[in-house]
């Protein structure tokens, strides 16, 4: 029998508050997409001024960082020309993000779900992604 953790609404909630106030701290306004460890879809934000396509890029974010159990800045050199995994943004219908921005949700060792975000510059994702983290570990 598996032990199956899983986000919560409060969970989510405090993810969205974190990532949603760091964003704001920054000035910059984001999309921001949360999924469970199924890669499936269980909140969206997109604060007012975020940017179009950001929408589906923030979603994918959390997707990749579900599905690949990892950080989706992790994947961006193994999936230059000549590396081990070249082509992965083309698996999965192009679902796959290598940008920063995607976290794993981690929680006594196992995914749980993670987080995506999009609007702002790579490195601006990943501090709000990272906001929604800490605002989560908080819990």
């Not at 981690?106 to 800490?134: F, N, R, W, Y």
Request: glycine share 12%.
């Amino acid at each position: 029998m598996l032990k199956i953790y899983r986000l919560d609404d409060a969970d989510i909630a405090r993810i969205l508050e974190g990532a949603q106030s760091k964003a704001k701290e920054m000035g910059v306004a984001m999309c921001i997409a949360i999924t469970d460890e199924s890669c499936n879809l269980l909140a969206f934000m997109r604060m007012e001024g975020g940017k179009i396509p950001s929408i589906t890029i923030a979603i994918d974010k959390s997707y990749t960082a579900a599905g690949t159990r990892k950080a989706t800045h992790d994947l961006a050199e193994a999936s230059l020309p000549g590396n081990p995994v070249f082509g992965l943004t083309s698996t999965v219908g192009g679902r796959i993000i290598v940008i920063a921005g995607g976290l794993p949700v981690v929680v006594a060792g196992k995914v749980i779900g993670a987080i995506g975000v999009s609007s702002g510059t790579p490195a601006q994702d990943l501090l709000v992604a990272e906001a929604g983290m800490v605002a989560f570990e908080k819990g």
